[in-house]
């Protein structure tokens, strides 16, 4: 038996296509994903990228809000779209999720309250008010809350980082086996997003809970990533290790992506030079089409048009099994190599 406790296989999603009131146009918004969580140790996996990269379609596939177009979601050896009524409830409850904007998920008629009591309720995890209040008590206590302060209260009369926390407590009340974080950081001021991130790595480290933790901050990634995906127009540019993916960037796109982060140094010019975004988005129309950053590279070649790259190996001998890139310059039989 597997010992990947989610493992997705060659996950593609396209939108658009045929149809009464479609115009017979095409996004391939997510393609031939492939990624594979351990169940111990507990990590965090970063999918980072641009807006439009397809990261959120990505979460939205692993928490079932979407269906995949081809491929597949395994959860813990079983394809979730095969998944029964029983074994879909208990994958709802072992996978939860934290989205970017907390506010959304409050209906602001009730108090706050209302959101743990409908866990309570709906999965049945307490027999009576005495223990249910209980297990809110401590979901609140591991993310630095108390009931009393905040239960009675509505959403908008609580901070932005308050009610991110709070759906922190209610996704660990449900004792999950992973969390799928959809930039919980990125609404809140440094210091509560500095507080967010280190619950994260305590749930991780303590409570053996893993990560899908969705951003465009690689600082962030940088700070708590185990593992990171780059994507870029709906592929992966580059996959591994965090560390020395950032600090080490091989595919020409995040090379890109890193020179572009500005550094605290007013003589050093934001940017360099400047950069002209032409017109790519007709590389995700097809499935079966070329690399989508032919178009911005400078590396470019001929083959890069007729079919995408796939992952190579790169650095050095001991990186190998740990990051790679899809770009031809990596190709044993190229010997032109990026820097």
Not at 71 to 77: A, F, L, N
Not at 150 to 173: I, N, T
Request: hydrophobic fraction near 40%; aromatic fraction near 8%.
């Amino acid at each position: 038996m597997s010992d990947a406790l989610l493992e997705i296989k060659n996950a593609t999603k396209i939108y658009g296509g045929s149809g009464f009131m479609s115009k017979g146009n095409t996004t391939v918004a997510l393609q031939d994903f492939n990624l594979n969580i351990q169940a111990k140790p507990a990590t965090i996996t970063t999918i980072a990228g641009e807006s439009g990269s397809g990261k959120t379609t990505l979460a939205n596939l692993v928490l079932g809000f979407i269906k995949i177009t081809s491929g597949q979601v395994i959860y813990k050896g079983v394809d979730v779209a095969t998944m029964d009524k029983r074994q879909l409830m208990e994958y709802r409850r072992e996978v939860q999720a934290v989205f970017q904007d907390p506010y959304a998920v409050y209906n602001p008629f009730y108090r706050v309250k209302h959101i743990f009591d409908m866990v309570l309720k709906n999965f049945k995890l307490a027999s009576s008010k005495e223990e249910g209040r209980a297990l809110i008590e401590d979901a609140l206590n591991v993310v630095g809350m108390r009931g009393e302060e905040v239960l009675e209260k509505y959403p908008h009369q609580l901070s932005g980082g308050q009610r991110q926390r709070m759906m922190v407590a209610r996704a660990y009340m449900l004792k999950p086996r992973l969390i799928v974080a959809d930039e919980p950081v990125s609404m809140v001021d440094a210091s509560l997003r500095a507080m967010i991130l280190d619950i994260m790595l305590r749930l991780r480290d303590e409570h053996n809970i893993s990560f899908l933790y969705i951003t465009h901050d690689l600082s962030t990634a940088y700070q708590i990533g185990d593992n990171i995906h780059l994507l870029y127009q709906g592929s992966v540019a580059e996959r591994g290790n965090t560390v020395r993916v950032i600090e080490n960037p091989k595919h020409p796109y995040v090379q890109m992506l890193i020179d572009s982060i500005p550094v605290p140094d007013p003589s050093v010019r934001w940017g360099g030079e400047e950069v002209t975004t032409l017109d790519d988005e007709q590389m995700r129309a097809m499935v079966e089409s070329g690399c989508r950053f032919y178009n911005r590279c400078a590396f470019h070649m001929e083959r890069c048009l007729t079919k995408a790259p796939p992952m190579y190996a790169v650095g050095g001998e001991a990186e190998k099994l740990t990051h790679e890139a899809a770009c031809y310059l990596y190709d044993p039989e190229v010997e032109k190599v990026a820097a």
